[in-house]
């Protein structure tokens, strides 16, 4: 038994089961044990892989979508650019590398990293001690000056903390982790959730007996919405999830790059569940943003031309050197075992900003 889950021990003796939200935020946020607060978990030596990682062409085709984005914006002398959960600094690198054709956007940027944990911080310092460009690191989003915001959160949203509620025959009920047998557990809160259908999507409501429904608090992204569309600019969010609101349990745990019972050893393995975009395209339009997708990372991708950037790689290649950045393209754009399907691209934008790159065909 790991210190973090004597800890979660004492809090369900303390007062009851906790809610799956709670049990995971604790797994990944806790100041001392939490998973993010003391690893590095990307790479082929970490846990998981994120597109940055498997080719630099991801984080150069967001790059020239940021800058057509300061095009349409009338090109501001000045956008603050903020990537949220921004790993081991492999995005921004490659992302401001690509922009060093288009001089011009590249000096009004102002370069802003949200991020939790010391460890990856030092990693990211590392990484872009040659970016060239002042870079300024947050804990939170209520730090970042004020001004037109551009926001980039790869794989950020899924490591949000979600409430799970499963129907039983008498309504919903809150899932929770408590003990039993001397073991962290899964089960049903013993009180009805009263009136919790008011709330819910239709899909949710006509869900059958014994199915769970997922919801993940996105506060967080309120002040970024509500910036956006008062102030101008806009947030790229790439995730893997699904496009429509429907009950499903999507909780998981990855440690090794294999799935690991999320109830062993907390803190020690990423916690993460899919993200409902029609439930984040909601949320935008309820704070006065414009919604643009969600389109299929494989689409939008495309349409960006990393097809175009791949061949250009490939030229003067030997035959191992582009067979692997056809491999890297085809995780990235293609189906299943690739992202290309399972992830999707979302935007929200100021109100004028009728169309934006990547998700108009």
Known sequence: MNELEKEVRRLIEADGPMPVSRYM??????????????????????????????????????????????????????????????????????????????????????????????????????????????????????????????????????????????????????????????????????????????????????????????RRDLSSLKGIAQRIAREGGAALFIDYGHERSAPGDTLQAIRGHQFANALENPGEADLTSHVDFEALASFARLHAARVHGPVTQGIFLNRLGIGVRAEKLMEDKEAKAASEIESALNRLTGPAPGMGELFKAMAFSHPSLSSLPGFDS
């Open 25 to 214: 935020a604790l797994c990944l946020g806790h100041p001392q044990y939490g998973y993010y607060m003391n690893r590095n978990p990307f790479g082929s030596g970490g846990d998981f892989v994120t597109a940055p990682e498997i080719s630099q062409m991801f984080g150069e085709m967001i790059g020239l979508w940021f800058s057509e984005v300061w095009r349409l914006m009338g090109k501001p002398g000045k956008l603050h650019l903020a990537e949220f959960g921004p790993g081991r600094g492999s995005l921004m690198r490659d992302l401001l590398r690509a922009l060093k054709v288009v001089p011009d956007f590249r000096s009004a940027l102002e370069v802003h990293l949200v991020e939790t944990s010391p460890s990856l911080t030092e990693i990211q310092s590392v990484v872009l001690h040659d970016a060239d460009l002042p870079v300024h690191w947050h804990k939170t989003f209520d730090t970042l000056p004020r001004g037109p915001l551009a926001v980039i959160a790869n794989e950020f949203l899924d490591a949000l903390p979600i409430d799970q509620i499963i129907k039983l025959q008498d309504g919903w009920h809150e899932w929770c982790v408590g003990i039993a047998d001397d073991k962290l557990v899964f089960g049903a809160a013993p009180d009805r959730l009263p009136g919790i259908e008011k709330v819910l999507p239709t899909s949710a409501v006509a869900a059958h007996t014994g199915e769970m429904f997922e």
